[in-house]
């Protein structure tokens, strides 16, 4: 290599060096960045402190970061109890049928809406747009669940909740970012509309898709209001529920017996470790769909 070219990837390198600097704008923003984190993870580690302290440390009040008087006992109280592996099996398989139906149906309505070529589209934009600022209310909705039979069933969980018309907004702004030219060119060719969808909407679409998945699954899994008012078998709470009536009911003795909370402190461990039973697989799914996010953003951004 020549002295000239040396010379040249070092002057390149030095310049590249300087871009790289810090500025203290940056600086100040990683310091935000990382003081909201802080915020963020503080209840959850003093959750999960709790819930691996002794009982006689909780009753005293002196955990907050780090467990004090270490043990599982709470988290083999709850493991043990099939009421509660029961609901964590029954949320699981309730948010991904939920999510799989909810995206299907998400889809399906954004589709058409993006044809100039469909009728009364601009009437059905209207009709969609105007559930979204009003609803008949908690009473005439439970007595439609009553009207069609789905009170006390597992339908009163999954169909009311299967379309968001605020998703289907994101999708069908989505679905306007893929060229027209794309679908006129499959149509050229022969194509249906449905497999136009299934060959390019779809796996164009991904980052969207995964995004509103993890909204449909988060909203699925940390629901129990539905449940509270339209089911009464045991067997159909979810786990949220679940929690939701241990949580309220530890002031009730008989309760509190049957469930365990037998002392102050034990109450206060079982009820921090509920809490990480039912928040820690949620969680776990994030990393699977982080890529989708970062492509996502990608593909908005402008290329030169």
């Not at 990837?9 to 704008?25: C, E």
């Not at 100040?28 to 002794?54: E, H, R």
């Not at 006129?184 to 980052?207: C, M, T, V």
Request: hydrophobic fraction near 50%.
């Amino acid at each position: 290599m020549s002295k000239d070219v040396m010379a040249t990837a070092n002057a390149v390198g030095i310049s590249l060096n300087k871009n790289k600097k810090t500025k203290p704008s940056d600086m100040v923003f990683i310091a935000l960045c990382v003081l909201v984190i802080i915020i963020c993870l503080l209840p959850m580690v003093n959750l999960l402190s709790k819930s691996l302290s002794g009982a006689d440390y909780l009753v005293k009040k002196q955990v907050y970061l780090l467990p004090k008087g270490l043990t599982f006992n709470a988290y083999k109280t709850v493991l043990s109890d099939m009421k509660y592996v029961r609901a964590f099996i029954w949320t699981a398989f309730l948010t991904l049928i939920c999510t799989l139906l909810s995206l299907t149906m998400t889809t399906l309505c954004a589709y058409p809406l993006i044809f100039d070529k469909l009728r009364g589209r601009s009437v059905f934009n209207i009709i969609i747009t105007i559930t979204m600022f009003f609803n008949a209310g908690t009473i005439p909705n439970y007595l439609l669940m009553k009207s069609i039979g789905f009170l006390d069933s597992p339908l009163s969980l999954i169909v009311p909740s299967c379309l968001s018309v605020f998703n289907m907004i994101i999708m069908r702004s989505f679905f306007y970012g893929i060229p027209e030219s794309l679908a006129e060119s499959a149509i050229l060719d022969g194509a249906s509309y449905f497999q136009i969808l299934r060959h390019i909407y779809i796996p164009l679409s991904k980052p969207v898709i995964a995004t509103l998945a993890l909204f449909y699954a988060v909203g699925r899994w940390n629901g129990y209001s539905d449940a509270l008012m339209y089911v009464k078998d045991s067997k159909f709470y979810p786990l949220q529920l679940l929690l939701y009536n241990i949580i309220n009911n530890v002031s009730n003795v008989e309760v509190a017996t049957q469930e365990g909370f037998t002392t102050p402190g034990l109450s206060e461990s079982l009820k921090a470790a509920v809490v990480m039973f039912a928040t820690i697989p949620i969680l776990c799914i994030y990393p699977w769909l982080q890529r989708y996010f970062i492509h996502g953003v990608s593909v908005g951004a402008v290329k030169g």
